[in-house]
């Protein structure tokens, strides 16, 4: 192992960690344009439940009044029958019906005065669910585009970065660079690491006497016996 192969297999390794950096982070962005436009469509979602909601009340709200209309009506014939009533017997029981009669109808007004209450609570929160979904709407406009320009800009430098990358394999060994690739496949993560001490930099295991030894003479290409990173004494570089 030369200074020079070290150099150039560190600076790959540089490139390679920028790669796998920018691969994880594109993989994240579809994800995150997806949230974005979920929490858009569950307000849109909110806001029309919001306004069936209120024509629902509002259609319980007409109920009401049809009723307490109906049966005004119905009172106005009571009194009228009433007036007409040819015994005192006759005219009490339209009395009692008259009684029974305006009885629903303060029943139905008070449904009507709690109806129109919740009204206007639904108004509110459709009002609060119409704010969220401008939000969330403007939030897609806005996050998604500069996501989606955040991956055109990831897709333009991984290009960039693996183009440079290939010209630093030529100065690394075949055989060096074939298990580093085959380390960096399954680590996704650095294999070329400083000894620390009297520890591996990447798995932190204390190394052999010999490890040491061969990782500070620098003579020859030496890996951790745990782990199988590449080791390199710091002071070489």
């Known amino acids: 192992m030369t200074r020079e192969q070290l150099k150039a297999l560190l600076a790959l390794q540089k490139k390679d960690l920028t790669l796998l950096q920018l691969k994880k982070e594109s993989q994240t962005i579809p994800a995150r344009q997806e949230s974005i436009r979920a929490r858009a469509d569950a307000a849109r979602v909110a806001e029309q439940a919001a306004k069936e909601a209120i024509q629902a009340c509002e259609a319980e709200i007409r109920e009401d009044e049809l009723e ?140 052999t006497p010999q490890t040491l030894h061969d990782a500070h003479s620098s003579q020859k290409w030496t890996t951790c016996g745990f782990c199988g990173r590449y080791l390199y004494d710091p002071a070489v570089v």
């Not at 005219?91 to 139905?108: L, V």
């Not at 939000?135 to 970065?161: D, H, N, Y």
């Open 68 to 207: 307490v209309e109906a049966v005004r009506s119905q009172v106005a014939k009571y009194k009228t029958q009433q007036m007409e009533a040819k015994s005192n017997e006759e005219y009490k029981a339209f009395n009692h019906e008259i009684a029974a009669a305006e009885e629903k109808i303060g029943q139905a007004e008070d449904r009507e005065l709690e109806h129109m209450s919740r009204l206007e609570e639904l108004q509110a929160a459709k009002a609060e669910a119409a704010k969220e979904r401008e939000q969330a709407e403007a939030l897609v406009e806005a996050e998604v585009g500069e996501l989606e320009a955040r991956l055109e800009v990831i897709k333009s430098t991984f290009a960039e970065v693996k183009d440079e990358r290939t010209q630093l394999t030529e100065g690394v060994p075949k055989e060096v660079l074939d298990q580093y690739m085959g380390q960096l496949g399954k680590k996704q993560d650095a294999v070329v690491v400083p000894v620390k001490q009297k520890n591996c930099g990447g798995c932190h295991m204390e190394l």
